[in-house]
């Protein structure tokens, strides 16, 4: 009994008996209708069942069936098949369909059998120890003589050792494999000589930047291994992506069997997009997304749901249990009913959080992605998604956590006020026809291939034409000589450098040039984030107020060599916004076509970015109070990019002046970005925008009315000569040195993006333009004919293919 | 090639690394790799290109590349059994199975990418004199061949003696042994690293318990020019690269000290015994 009264009595409007995911999702989208934008639901499934293997050695089929498992999900069985006949196998199934076992089995009986060794691969260390208990949880069971052990950053020193010499299953991540096994491998002998099976979990997560680095370290793998003499098989475990068979063989580089269906049993699961209502019609300003998860969550839980709540950040995550906690633990003499969980919290508080959650004895969770992952937390009746996780991808597998075998489910994805948020959930029909993001990586990269071929030299000398990878490592071990680190002998490269080349390489980032932030408030001296090269200048400047989970910080001083920024906590009332100039000049044009009246290209760009002020806009009222001036370097960057552009005599036809044509040109730009990013699965400052000319001769970008201002390659405003040609150019580029694969599938799709950029404009709510179509705009551009979103959608018309 | 090194010097300045020192043109390679990059290397230190005339190295060339010394004398005056109570050993030692050694190495960055290019080793003969024996490569391609003499010198009875050798030279030289795919003679010796009882005896009292300080306070030796250990990489990377021998020959009277100090250590520290002492020892 809760000792104050509920001050949500009209609850009870929503709430009868208690529900199942169908009822609650009728009576929500009932009494809500106007802020559901999309319902739909995916049917169930029975499952499909198989015997234990024949082949299985007795031992362990004993210890299976006192565990309670009789037979196999048909998936565990193929995956069994499949391993035996020697192939490298994917399996790809949702959460909580029995994948460990997949892998468990083959490598346990190749251990009871052969005595051969494996060597798994979690991205967590929490992943990494459940495993581990499992393991041994299975091996007492049996009695099957199997010893499992997790080797990571926090196994002390003379524990190493034994692992190394006993280990017959060495649990770990990919950085330890990169920085602390393969270096060492000497020390590893026996383990590799006996290695069979090679375990990578979570491979979707292994995409992007750092997938390409992963990628490379398992080249690495494989050379040591092939220098012991073995070629272990590999076994994949992914959530489900677009191109799980074609990601796993990237990843490894050789053939793979993928096992996509699977045969756990599921109950339906019935999926609501959620928008929350607007409060503010001139400016567009949405009621915030926390008010309606509380509200959503709410209301699961007095049904006696078991609700999952997924926030984006640390910091929401405690504002929103705070929430909960005050309507379902507001007596202290009862066991709580609602858990946050998050990872900055002990891993003791949180195997007691998972334990809790597994025995039934919690009724809400809260939590950041860290719970996305395959921790086992039991089973779930809602999951309300505080933000769009950024991917269609990442929100199944988070709605995945719900689902009993019989009774149906409950997904509420609620959208921010973020573009992409909008941009979602104001296309439903795009998030439920949608195949997952397709995960990308690119390991010829060529400064991560350098620092992986620098590091594998460490490891093994080059010898003659070996390859690495797909090519031929000369050229870049002549490279290394260069550099001091290899001296060639003959046909041998080996390394001479009194220096460990995988301390300095980070598998996620491209660049090393990572700022620290130091906090100096109350004279400590203490790291408190990190921030990369890109981000730097627009968020470390000196006068910038830097947030950090909701908490002001003012930048003192920022040691650009040395890559510091030293801050203090602030109470100042207002934020700041970096003034952000890029220009750009192309390259080298790979390929080229018409595009409506223009043309579209794709090629390699050079980029130049430079920050001379900031803005100082108070919060809640973004008045403008004051400008600062920033003093830092141009940052320099050769990439690749997809870019736009329109002949003068179209646009003088179709613009009364180049001013318009320069807003539209902004606004295109911006609307095509966020469509952009949102088709290569990319995270928002990945792929970057620019409004220039193609020669680099100007460059266009918002002035502080928010209207397009020219400015000169020095970066003063410029203006245009009548008589100047004039061909504005909207670029899109990836925003790594060297580019990181986004242009090229951009390029292909480039028709699409252009439509789906009207369409996005067209269909946006509001009066003459907003952050969620074509930028923030001012209320002065109100004129129906000339408002910033016209403008956009004229540039846009003379873009569609004809 | 000279392509590639200027784009991956560019891309390395545009990331946030330092930038380059330029390098003379070089003959071109793959047109794939030309295409994809336009970066610069990272360059830490100028590469050095100067050949000396100095090209000198002592010793007899017992294979190509390997240089091997060999000098007896009287140093030590052994008993025949050598105490190792000490050391916290049951059983003393013959004093001819004992085997001085220590290693000149490429750095201490530990794992695979480092490697000995000397080893010397010690010993007493039967009849009491010190033979002292060096094997110095001067090719990369000579390391089998020094580790294989090496490993004729060890027997199964042979007990090593070393100046913190457990934690970094017996490791390293296993790391090569591996590498180089020849059995592991060292797994499995008996191994006395005088730096341990060294310390539990005078640790807090000298300013520090380094080779060098108990040579001089053990023994009452003082080098004269000597090159400090942390300079002999250097020694011999300058000497592969083409220049002088000079410093790569300072490293072999160096590590012949070392050798001949650690025999006059081993024989003070089993004097002494068991017990801590903290009287300061007269020089022998």
Redesign the interface.
């Known amino acids: 009994m809760n000792a104050l009264p509920d001050r949500y009595a009209s609850d009870e409007l929503v709430l009868r008996h208690p529900s199942d995911g169908r009822t609650l999702a009728q009576r929500l989208s009932k009494r809500y209708a106007a802020r559901i934008t999309g319902a739909f639901m995916v049917p169930g499934r029975e499952g499909s069942f198989a015997p234990l293997p024949d082949d299985l050695p007795p031992a362990l089929a004993q210890a299976l069936r006192s565990r309670g498992v009789e037979q196999l999900y048909s998936h565990q069985a193929e995956a069994w098949a499949a391993t035996q006949s020697g192939a490298h196998v994917a399996v790809v199934t949702p959460t909580a369909s029995g994948k460990s076992l997949c892998y468990t089995l083959p490598v346990i009986t190749a251990a009871m059998t052969q005595h051969a060794k494996a060597l798994y691969l979690f991205p967590t260390k929490a992943l990494a120890q459940d495993q581990v208990a499992e393991l041994l949880e299975l091996n007492q069971a049996g009695a099957l003589g199997v010893k499992a052990f997790t080797f990571d950053g926090d196994t002390p020193g003379d524990a190493r050792q034994a692992i190394r010499l006993h280990g017959d299953i060495v649990v770990s991540n990919p950085d330890m494999l990169h920085q602390a096994i393969l270096p060492h491998h000497t020390k590893w002998a026996q383990f590799f000589e006996n290695l069979r099976y090679v375990v990578i979990d979570e491979v979707h997560t292994y995409r992007g930047v750092f997938g390409s680095h992963v990628a490379n370290v398992i080249r690495r793998l494989k050379r040591v291994c092939a220098f012991y003499g073995v070629s272990p098989q590999f076994i994949l475990c992914s959530a489900t992506i677009g191109n799980p068979k074609e990601h796993a063989e990237a990843l490894i580089e050789d053939a793979v069997t993928a096992i996509t269906e699977s045969g756990a049993p599921t109950g339906d699961k019935h999926v609501l997009l959620w928008n929350p209502p607007v409060v503010n019609p001139d400016l567009g300003l949405r009621a915030s997304a926390r008010s309606q998860t509380n509200r959503i969550a709410r209301l699961a839980i007095k049904s006696g749901m078991k609700t999952l709540v997924f926030a984006q950040s640390r910091t929401m995550v405690e504002v929103l249990t705070k929430y909960l906690k005050d309507v379902f633990d507001n007596d202290p003499r009862k066991p709580a009913r609602i858990r946050a969980y998050r990872g900055g919290y002990l891993p003791k508080e949180r195997r007691a959080a998972e334990r809790e959650m597994r025995a039934g004895s919690i009724d809400g969770i809260v939590s950041t992605s860290a719970l996305e992952l395959g921790v086992d937390i039991g089973s779930l009746d809602v999951v309300v998604l505080n933000g769009y996780p950024g991917s269609v991808a990442a929100t199944w597998q988070r709605f995945g956590r719900a689902g009993r075998r019989q009774q149906s489910a409950l997904g509420v994805l609620v959208a921010s006020s973020d573009p992409l948020d909008q941009y979602l959930v104001r296309h439903p029909e795009f998030f439920q026809g949608a195949t997952p993001e397709h995960a990308r990586i690119q390991p010829d990269q060529p400064l991560i291939l350098l620092d992986h071929i620098r590091c594998a030299a460490f490891e093994l000398p080059f010898v003659g034409d070996e390859m690495f990878g797909t090519e031929i490592a000369t050229p870049w071990l002549d490279v290394l000589g260069e550099e001091g680190v290899l001296h060639r002998e003959g046909d041998r490269w080996e390394w001479i450098a009194d220096s460990y080349p995988a301390i300095a390489v980070s598998l996620r980032s491209v660049a090393d040039g990572n700022f620290v932030v130091v906090d100096r408030t109350n004279g400590r001296q203490m790291i408190i984030a990190e921030v990369d090269y890109t981000a730097a200048p627009v968020t470390l400047y000196e006068g910038a107020i830097h947030m950090i989970q909701s908490v002001p910080y003012q930048v003192e001083r920022l040691d650009w060599e040395g890559r510091k920024a030293y801050v203090t906590r602030t109470q100042a009332d207002y934020y700041t916004d970096a003034i952000d100039y890029t220009k750009l000049k192309v390259l080298d044009c790979f390929d080229t076509s018409n595009a409506g009246c223009g043309q579209a290209h794709h090629g390699e760009v050079h980029v130049v970015r430079r920050v001379p002020g900031y803005k100082k806009i108070r919060f809640y009222s973004h008045e403008n109070i004051g400008y600062g001036s920033v003093n830092l370097p141009d940052q320099e960057l050769h990439t690749t990019a997809v870019w736009w552009q329109l002949a003068q005599v179209v646009l003088d036809a179709a613009f009364e002046d180049r001013q318009q044509a320069l807003d539209g040109f902004l606004g295109a730009a911006y609307a095509l970005h966020i469509v952009a990013t949102v088709a290569v699965m990319a995270e928002a400052r990945d792929l970057q925008k620019s409004v220039g000319s193609g020669d680099g001769a100007w460059f266009v970008s918002a002035d502080v009315s928010g209207r397009g201002q020219i400015r000169g390659t020095d970066g003063q405003p410029a203006a245009l000569a009548p008589d100047a040609p004039f061909t504005p150019t909207v670029y899109l580029y990836d925003a790594f040195p060297g580019g990181i694969g986004q242009s090229e599938p951009l390029f292909n799709r480039r028709e699409d993006l252009v439509a789906q950029s009207v369409t996005l404009i067209e269909r946006c709510d509001c009066r003459g333009g907003c952050p969620a179509c074509v930028g923030p705009v001012l209320a002065a551009d109100e004129d129906a004919a000339t408002t910033p979103k016209a403008l956009a959608l004229r540039v846009l018309a003379l873009l569609v293919a004809l | ?1 000279s392509a ?2 200027n ?2 010097r ?8 330092s930038p380059a020192i330029a ?1 003379p043109p ?1 003959p071109t ?2 047109a ?2 030309l295409r ?4 610069r ?7 050095q290109r100067a050949t000396s005339a100095d090209r000198f190295v002592p010793g007899v060339e017992i294979a190509p590349g390997l240089y091997f010394i060999e000098a007896f004398m009287d140093w030590g005056c052994p008993t025949p059994l050598i105490e190792t109570a000490f050391a916290r050993w049951e059983e003393p030692v013959a004093h001819h199975r004992l085997l001085h050694f220590d290693t000149e190495t ?10 000995a290019w000397m080893i010397g080793a010690a010993n007493w003969m039967a009849d009491g004199r010190f033979r002292l024996r060096q094997l110095t490569t001067t ?3 000579a390391e089998v061949a020094m580790l294989r003499t090496f490993a004729d010198w060890i027997e199964p009875d042979t007990v090593l003696v070393s100046y913190n050798g457990k934690s970094y030279d017996s ?1 390293l030289l ?2 090569r042994y ?2 180089a795919r020849l059995p592991d003679r060292i797994h499995g010796l008996g191994h006395l690293d005088l730096l341990h009882p060294v310390r539990r005896h005078w640790k807090g009292v000298w300013e520090n318990c380094r080779l060098a300080t108990a040579e001089r306070e053990l023994l009452g030796v003082v080098r004269e020019d000597d090159l400090p250990g942390s300079e002999a ?1 250097a020694a011999w ?1 300058t000497y ?2 083409g220049g002088s021998a000079v410093n790569l020959r300072r490293v072999m009277t160096h590590n012949a000290q070392d050798l001949k100090s650690l025999a006059g250590i081993l024989l003070h520290m089993a004097r002494l015994g068991a017990t801590p002492i903290n009287a300061v020892d007269m020089p022998q």
Do not use: W, Y
């Open positions: 090639m590639l090194v784009k991956l560019q891309l390395r300045t545009e990331s946030g690394q390098l070089k390679i793959s794939d790799v994809l990059i336009q970066g290397s990272r360059i830490q230190r100028v590469t490429t750095g201490l960055a530990g794992g695979t990418g480092t490697r090719t990369m391609g490791p296993r790391t591996r590498l990489p990377l592969l690269r």
